[in-house]
C-alpha cells in the first residue's frame, strides 16, 4: 500500500516545488503513473483478501475502487487546467494539494482495515471536498451548499462513531478482517435497532438514500468541474462500500431494519428519474441522475444476495466513470456558453460534431446500454430484486424506461435542433477535452470486455 | 398603431445613441428584432459606426481564447511549448502507459483464486470464481474425448459405487 500512499503524499511537495509552467504537467504524469500502480491491486488472487499489513488491505471490491480513484486524479487535474488559468499561481497549486489530499484519503479509506481509521478518513474527505466547493465554486449559492454537504454527513456520521465504539467495546475489535469471523447474530432488541440505525445511516446519507438526498444537487452543482467529479465518482461510492463493509457486522437484524430504506429506495429510484425530466440545470439533471443510479445501490446493499453484491460493484465503477464523464461534458459547455441552462446551448451537434460523440456514448452508458458494464450492474440488481420480491420488476422497469427519456432528453435538448444565436462563435474543442473524453470512455468500453475484476468478491 | 409607432422611434433612437457612443444601459439580451430595425444606410453617412454596441454573441471580455495567440493550441496553457508537452504527456502516459500496458496486465491476470486460502467458512464466500477458466476448458475437453470414443458424456454418479465402502447393517 506504500507504493501509492507515499506516491500521492509525495505529489503535495511536486505541486509546490515545481516551475510554475510545469504544475499541471509534472501532477498529471505522476497521478498517471500512481494509477498505473493501483491497476495492480486488480491481481486478486486470493479468495478472501490481500492482506498488506495491520492497517491495509485490499478486496476484490476495494480494489476496483481504488482504481477508480487512482484514476479520478490524472482526470481531474486535466478537467481543471482551462477554469483556472486565470487564478495565481499559488492558488492553482493549493488547488491540486486540496485534489491531492482528497486522494489520499480515499485511498486509505477504501483500503483501511480498522474500521475507525476507515471512519476518520471518512470524515476527513469532507475537508477538502468543503473547501474545494466553497472556495472555487462558481456561484454564491456555493456557501449553502457547502453547508448542507457538510451539515448532512457529519450529522449522519456521528452516530455511526458511537456505534463503531460501542462494537469496539463489545467484540473487542474492529479489524475487519477479523470481525467478518468473530460475528454473531444480532438479536432484534431496541438497543440492537438503534445499533443498527447508527452504523447505517453515515452511508445512507453519503448514497445518498432518496429522503436525504438535498446536499446532493446543490454540492454537485456548486462544485468545480474537479469537485463534481470527485463528489460523483467516489464519495458516493464511500457510501457503498462502507454499507457493504458494515452489513456484515448487522445480520440478521438486515433482514427487517432495511424494509423502510428498501422502499425509500425503490420509490426514491423513479421519483429522481423523474424530477430529471423537469430539469432546466444540466449538471442538476446529471446530479440528479447520480441519485437514482444510487438508489439501485442501495436496493443491492439492503438485499444482500451474492447477484445483488455483484450488481452493486459493477454498478459503482460504472457509474462513476459515466457520471463523471456527463459532468466533464457539461463543463465543456459551461466553459463555452458560461450557463449551465440546457435550452440555451442548443444544437451543438453541428457546431462541436466529436464532442456530440462523446455526449452521445455517455448518454448511452448511461442509460444502461448493453453490453457496458452499466446494464451488467443494473440488470444484477434488477434480477436479485426480482427475486427478492417479484413487485419489484414494475419500480424498476419503470426507472430503466424513465433514465432513457432522460438521457436522450438531455442529448436531444444540447445537441439537436438548431443552434441558439449566441452559440454561433464558441471555440471548437480543445484536444485537452477529447482526450478527457476518452479517458473516461476507454476504461468504461474495456470492462465490458472484462467485467470480472469489477463484479466484487462474490464473483 | 401608436405602441408601434412609439416602440420604433424607441429603438431608432437606442441606434442613434448606440452609435454615437452616448451612455446606453449595457444590456446582456437583445432581441433581435432591434437589429432588424437599425438601417446601416441611415446612419452610414453620418459616422463610421463603431462596433460600440455588444451583442450577446460577441465572447466575453474576460474569456481568453486561447487559439487566438496560439492556432494549434491542445487547451492545456497559452504557452505553445508548454502546451504541446502537456498534451504530449497526458496522451503518452495516459494512453500508451496506463490504458495500454494497464489493459495488458489485466488481460493476462491468473485464472486461478487460491484454492486452499482461509478458512472453512468465511462470509461471503466465492467458490464458483476458482478456476473458472481451466474449468471450462478442461469440460470441453473432455467432452470431445467421450463423444469422438462413445462414451456417455456424464454419469449420473458422482462417485464410482465400487470405491464407496459402506458400514455393513447391524441388528
Given at each position: ?29 505522476h ?11 486488480l491481481?486478486?488472487?486470493s ?21 477508480l ?43 483501511a482495515t ?10 476527513a474527505?469532507?475537508?477538502?471536498t ?18 448542507y ?19 469496539q467495546?463489545?467484540?473487542g475489535?474492529?479489524?475487519f ?46 462544485a ?13 461510492k ?29 420509490w426514491g ?5 423523474s ?20 438508489a ?12 445483488s453484491?455483484m450488481?452493486?460493484?459493477?454498478l ?7 457520471s ?23 444544437g ?6 466529436l464532442?456530440?460523440?462523446w ?19 443494473e440488470?444484477f ?7 427478492w ?12 424506461i ?24 464558441i ?19 474495456l ?13 | 398603431?401608436g ?12 441606434a ?14 437583445d ?26 454573441e ?5 474569456d481568453?481564447n486561447?487559439y ?11 504557452d ?9 504527456v ?10 495500454v ?6 488481460a ?6 487460491c ?19 481451466w474449468?471450462?476448458?478442461?469440460a ?17 454418479n458422482c462417485?464410482?459405487?465400487s470405491k ?8
Amino acid at each position: 500500500m506504500l507504493k501509492i500512499i507515499i506516491p500521492t503524499t509525495m505529489l503535495i511537495p511536486l505541486t509546490w516545488l515545481s516551475k510554475s509552467n510545469m504544475i499541471w504537467i509534472n501532477s498529471t504524469t505522476h497521478s498517471l503513473l500512481i494509477s498505473l500502480i493501483s491497476l495492480s491491486y486488480l491481481n486478486q488472487f486470493s479468495d478472501n483478501s490481500l492482506n498488506f499489513s495491520l492497517l491495509f488491505f485490499s478486496d476484490p471490491l476495494s480494489a476496483p475502487l481504488l482504481a477508480l480513484t487512482t484514476w479520478l486524479l490524472p482526470l481531474m487535474l486535466t478537467a481543471s487546467q482551462n477554469h483556472l488559468s486565470k487564478e495565481t499561481i499559488a492558488r492553482k497549486k493549493l488547488y491540486i494539494t486540496m485534489l491531492t489530499l482528497l486522494q489520499l484519503f480515499l485511498i486509505m479509506t477504501f483500503t483501511a482495515t480498522e474500521l475507525i481509521m476507515f471512519y476518520i478518513l471518512f470524515e476527513a474527505t469532507l475537508a477538502p471536498t468543503l473547501i474545494i466547493i466553497t472556495r472555487w465554486g462558481n456561484q454564491t449559492e456555493r456557501l449553502n451548499a457547502g453547508l448542507y454537504f457538510l451539515f448532512y454527513t457529519l450529522v449522519g456520521s456521528l452516530p455511526l462513531l458511537i456505534a463503531l465504539l460501542y462494537i469496539q467495546n463489545t467484540t473487542g475489535s474492529l479489524n475487519f478482517l477479523i470481525a467478518q469471523y468473530w460475528v454473531k447474530p444480532i438479536s432484534t432488541t431496541w438497543s440492537n435497532i438503534f445499533l443498527w440505525l447508527a452504523c447505517m445511516m453515515a452511508f445512507m446519507v453519503k448514497m445518498p438514500l432518496y429522503g436525504l438526498h438535498l446536499w446532493l444537487p446543490k454540492a454537485h452543482v456548486e462544485a468545480p468541474i474537479a469537485g463534481s467529479m470527485v463528489l460523483a465518482a467516489v464519495l458516493l461510492k464511500l457510501g457503498g462500500y462502507g454499507m457493504m463493509r458494515i452489513t456484515v457486522l448487522l445480520n440478521p437484524l438486515t433482514g427487517q431494519m432495511a424494509y423502510p430504506f428498501l422502499m425509500l429506495s425503490l420509490w426514491g429510484m423513479i421519483m429522481t428519474s423523474s424530477i430529471c425530466l423537469r430539469q432546466t440545470d444540466l449538471k442538476s439533471l446529471i446530479a440528479y441522475s447520480s441519485v437514482s443510479h444510487m438508489a439501485l445501490v442501495i436496493v443491492a446493499v439492503l438485499i444482500q444476495t451474492p447477484w445483488s453484491y455483484m450488481g452493486a460493484t459493477a454498478l459503482m465503477i460504472a457509474h462513476g466513470l459515466t457520471s463523471s464523464m456527463l459532468f466533464c461534458l457539461a463543463n465543456s459547455n459551461y466553459e463555452r456558453v458560461h450557463s449551465r441552462t440546457m435550452i440555451l446551448a442548443r444544437g451543438l451537434q453541428t457546431l462541436l460534431p466529436l464532442m456530440a460523440a462523446w455526449w452521445l456514448l455517455a448518454s448511452l452508458a448511461n442509460l444502461a446500454l448493453p453490453p457496458t458494464i452499466n446494464l451488467l450492474g443494473e440488470l444484477f440488481v434488477m434480477m436479485a430484486s426480482f427475486s427478492w420480491s417479484n413487485t419489484t420488476i414494475a419500480l424498476m422497469g419503470t426507472n430503466i424506461i424513465i433514465t432513457a427519456l432522460y438521457s436522450l432528453y438531455m442529448l436531444i435538448t444540447t445537441l439537436r435542433g438548431k443552434q441558439t444565436d449566441h452559440v454561433k462563435n464558441i471555440k471548437p474543442s480543445f484536444t485537452r477535452e477529447n482526450a478527457l473524453m476518452a479517458l473516461h470512455l476507454l476504461p468504461l468500453l474495456l470492462l465490458s470486455l472484462n467485467p470480472k475484476i469489477v463484479l466484487g468478491p462474490i464473483h | 398603431h401608436g405602441g408601434r409607432a412609439v416602440s420604433l422611434c424607441a429603438r431608432r433612437l437606442w441606434a442613434v445613441a448606440a452609435t454615437r457612443g452616448l451612455p446606453a444601459a449595457r444590456v446582456r439580451w437583445d432581441s433581435s428584432s432591434s437589429r432588424a430595425v437599425i438601417a446601416p444606410s441611415a446612419v452610414a453617412g453620418k459616422r463610421t459606426p463603431e462596433p460600440a454596441v455588444r451583442w450577446q454573441e460577441d465572447p466575453d471580455v474576460e474569456d481568453e481564447n486561447l487559439y487566438e495567440k496560439n492556432p494549434d493550441s491542445h487547451g492545456y496553457d497559452r504557452d505553445p511549448v508548454v502546451d504541446l508537452w502537456n498534451m504530449r504527456v497526458v496522451f503518452f502516459f495516459g494512453f500508451s502507459v496506463v490504458l495500454v500496458l494497464g489493459s495488458t496486465f489485466i488481460a493476462y491476470l491468473p485464472d486461478y483464486r487460491c484454492m486452499g486460502c482461509g478458512p472453512p467458512h468465511v462470509y461471503p464466500r466465492a467458490s464458483a470464481s476458482r478456476m473458472q477458466e481451466w474449468a471450462r476448458r478442461e469440460a470441453e475437453r473432455l467432452v470431445k474425448y467421450r463423444e469422438a470414443n462413445g462414451l456417455p458424456i456424464m454419469e449420473s454418479n458422482c462417485f464410482d459405487p465400487s470405491k464407496i465402502q459402506l458400514p455393513e447393517d447391524e441388528d
